[in-house]
């Protein structure tokens, strides 16, 4: 292993269903191959107090299935990658779940999307992903 590679061992991909994060969830497969490290798909799903039971539980298996399917197609090209898993968690603070979930898994790379699904056109860069490359311990790349 050279010493590049030996500087990203565990890479996080912050996954939501927008095109920011597809294009987050590709570079990170392209990382993970080219430094045959492990990769770790999260998905935060945001808790809302305002959202009745029947309409939480069906989005919840809506982001269940996304996250199945980044699964999917990372294992398909995992050929060089160390280890693919997945996360899926909850939460009122998607920075936070995030943050969180970095550091108990010992994650040097974070990787997630410029914006996410409630993207305003009036900024460059989400809430989510400004306050990760702020707050985390971490390499953090955003991709747009």
């Known amino acids: 292993m050279n010493e590049k590679n030996e500087m990203i061992s ?12 597809e294009k987050a969830f590709e570079y990170g497969l392209y990382l993970a191959r080219k430094c045959r490290c492990s990769l770790l798909i999260v998905h935060v799903i ?8 029947s309409i939480s539980k069906e989005l919840k298996h809506q982001d269940h299935l996304m996250l199945q399917e ?3 197609r990372a294992k398909k090209s995992s050929d060089s990658i160390a280890s693919i898993n997945t996360i899926e968690t909850s939460g009122n603070d998607v920075t936070e779940e995030i943050l969180k979930i970095a550091d108990k898994e010992s994650i040097d790379t974070i990787i ?10 009036d900024f460059h860069i989400g ?18």
């Not at 808790?47 to 009745?52: L, M």
């Not at 997630?112 to 056109?121: I, P, V």
């Not at 809430?127 to 747009?144: D, F, N």
């Open 127 to 144: 809430s989510v992903s400004y306050k990760v490359s702020h707050y985390a311990k971490c390499t953090v790349t955003i991709v747009r």
């Open 112 to 121: 997630l999307g410029s914006r996410g699904t409630k993207a305003s056109r």
């Open 10 to 21: 565990r890479i996080l991909v912050a996954v939501d269903g927008s095109r920011y994060s």
């Open 46 to 53: 945001e808790e809302f107090a305002t959202v009745g039971h």
């Open 70 to 72: 980044y699964e999917s």
